[in-house]
C-alpha cells in the first residue's frame, strides 16, 4: 500500500511517501524551486518522492493533504462573528479594523470555502503539475487536521509505544497546541488551545517587534535571547499568561490576523507575514526596531523575556501534560518544538526524561504526518517503522556529480574513503572551511552532515571567518557542533541523545576552549550527536578529525548562503565558486578553492 503525504498552498510546502508502513521519501519544495519555505504546490517534491518509490501517480493508493477546511468550522463563524459585533459596537481594541484581512464573518466563511475549493481541486493540481490524466488518479484523499498531522508526523515514527503528545507552534485549522497521549497505532487527543491564543505568534510578534520580519525568524531571537537582562519578563507577562487550560494571550497586544492566519502566500509561493503586534506592544516597549539596523540593549532584554516567558508556559504546558498522561516518554513537533533551548530544559524542568522530536518540527513535517495518519490513524495498520536518521531526501550518483563538476569547469580530484576522510579532517584541523556533500539530503531545516559546511571548533576566529567568508549571519547566531555520541557526557551536561540537532546543552567548564567557536555566549551549544549507524561517513570524519586534532567534534552549519540548503550538486558546486569556501567535498571528489 502506497501512501502519499502533501502539504500544499501552505509554509513549507513538502511531500512525503510511504510504501507499507515504510517511510520512503520527504522534502520540502523549496529545495527544488530554491524559495525558502516556499508554500505553494509541491510538484517537485511530490515527483520526486513517486521517483524514490519507484512509483507513478496511478499507483497511489491513499493521499493525505494536512488540513481539513472544515474542522472547527462552526467556531471559526462563531469568532468572526464575535468580533463583526464588537466593531459594530465601536471596540477600537488591538486594531480591530485590519483593512482587508479583517472582512468579517462573510469574508471568513468565503476563504473557508475557497479554501475547501482549492484542498478539493488537489486532484486537479495534482493531474496538471504531473502531467496526468485525472481520471486515472484513484487515490482516495483524506484530509487529516493540522495538529493531528504534527503529532502523528512525530508519534508514529518515534520509538515509543507510549508517550504523551505536544504539538505546538502559530496556528492551523484554527488550532495553535494540542496534546494528547499516543499507543501503538492510534492516540487520543486531550485537549487544546485555540485561536487567536498562539505561543507561536507571541514569539513571531515579538521577533517582528526586534527589527527580523521573515517568515521562519524566530531561531533569532532563541539565539539573541541570552545576551540580555531580565528587564522585561514581567511585562511579557502580561502578554502571555499561563492559566488552568494551558495559556493565553492579551490581545490588546496584537492585531487580529484575518483568515490567512497572518501569512500572506505570493502567486510564487513566498510567504509573507501580516505584522502581528499592535499599537499597544509599541507603547509598552517604544518603537519597534528597524531591520538591519543597531541592536540595542533593549532588543536584547526582550529577546531575552521572550524567550524566558516563552519556557514558563512551554514547562507549564508539559508538567501540565505529564499530570494527565504520566510517563517518562514525550514526543513532539510543530513550529514550537524546534525551540532547541527550552527542549535542552525539559529533563530538569519536568519529569519527562526522553524525549523524540521530530527532525521536520515544523510545517514541512505536515505532509509526512499526513501520511502516517492516513495508514495508521485512519487505516488501521501497525507501526513497523522507526525514524532512526533525517536523510530523506534526493541522493546523486557519482557519475551525476562528476559530470556537474565538468559542466562547472572545477579542478577536482577523486579519493578512496580513507584518503578522503584523512585529506579533509587534515584541512579543517588547519583552519580551513570545508564544503560536504554527501548521501541522502537531510528532512527539515537543519544541516545534518550530508549537507553542511564544516570547520574546526576550536578556533576562536573561526565564527567571524565563516560569517565574512560564507554564511553573512548577524554576530549574535551560535554555530552549532556535532559530536559523536559516546563522547557527549564528556563535554555536555547532558547525555540525552541530541540526533536532530533540537536540544541546547552547556558545555562543560573544561571544554569551553576546545569549543570555543561554537560556545555560545551563555556556554551552551546546539548539539547534534551523531551516532555510527545514523551517518557512518560523518561520524568517520570526525573520529579521522579527532586523531589529529583530540577534540571529537566538528562545527557544523548548514550547506548554503542565504538561500535554502543545497540539494543538487550544481547548488553545492556554485557555492563553493562563489564563497570563499576552502574546500569542496562532493561524494568521493574534492575541489580545492586554490586549483580553482
Ligand atoms: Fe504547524
Redesign the pocket.
Known sequence: MIILGINAYHGDASAAIIADGQLIAAVEEERFNRIKHCAGFPAESIRYCLNAAGVDLVNIDHIGISRDPSAHLHKKILHAATRIARNAMGFAGSGATNGKRDNGVFGMISDRLANAAKVRDLKDELSRALRVPRETISATFHNIE?HKA?LASAFFVSPFERAALLSL??F?DFVSTMWGVGEGNQFEVLDEVEYPHSTGIVYTATTQFIGFPHYGDEGKVMGLAPYGRDTYCNQVRELLMTGSSGFELDLEYFKPLGSNQGMQIKPDGTVELARHFSARMVELFGPPREPHSDITQRDMDLAYAMQHCFEEVFFHLLNDLNAQVPLDHLVMA??CALNSVANGKLFDRTPFQHTWIQPAA??EG?ALGAALHTYHAVLGHKREFVMKDSYLGPEFSDRRIEASLETAGVRYKKLDRGPLLDTLADRIAKGDVVGWFQGRMEWGPRALGNRSILAHPGLPQMKDVLNARIKRREWFRPFAPSILQERQAEFFEHDHPSPFMLHVYKIKPGKREPLCAVNHVDDTGRLQSVSHEENPLYYELIETFERKTGIPVLLNTSFNENEPIVCAPEEAIRCFQRTKMDALAIGPYIALKNEN
Do not use: C, Y
Open positions: 493540522h504534527h507552534d502559530g492551523g510543530g513550529g515544523g510545517d505536515l
